[in-house]
Nanobody
Framework: DVQLQASGGGLVQAGGSLRLSCVASGFNIDEYEIGWFRQAPGKEREGVSCIRPGDGGTDYRGSVKARFTISRDNAKNTVYLQMNNLKPDDTAVYYC???????????????????????WGKGTQVTVSS
């Protein structure tokens, strides 16, 4: 059974940090692009970051560059999103997803990645207070 489980969200003050985890089961994360997406109330889901299999190349949307870092631990079949210097605008439900091609949809201005594609985990809430 192919599944993704996201966790690590919470309530944090502006300027604080959180680390999200996305644990995969039923498949090897190093064979797929893994992406983090987020959706704030009343807004469309948007790409945040992604990591490619093999060389581990990464992409970020512009507003999180230099603040967020995506990484993976193949031994734990887990992808992480380290979020530093969090801002109230980062408040959203964060989701991880896996597919053969996700990174195309992550940078700012790219088309939305369909929730009917790939494999999605349940979201984890991140709330940043000002």
């Amino acid at each position: 059974d192919v599944q993704l489980q996201a966790s690590g969200g919470g309530l944090v003050q502006a300027g604080g940090s959180l680390r999200l985890s996305c644990v995969a089961s039923g498949f090897n994360i190093d064979e797929y692009e893994i992406g983090w997406f987020r959706q704030a109330p009343g807004k469309e889901r948007e790409g945040v970051s992604c990591i490619r299999p093999g060389d581990g190349g990464t992409d970020y949307r512009g507003s999180v560059k230099a603040r967020f870092t995506i990484s993976r631990d193949n031994a734990k079949n887990t992808v992480y999103l380290q979020m530093n210097n969090l801002k109230p605008d980062d408040t959203a439900v964060y989701y991880c997803a896996a597919d053969r091609a996700i990174c195309f949809y992550v940078p700012t201005g790219r088309p939305s990645y369909s929730t009917n594609s790939g494999t999605w985990g349940k979201g984890t809430q991140v709330t940043v207070s000002s």
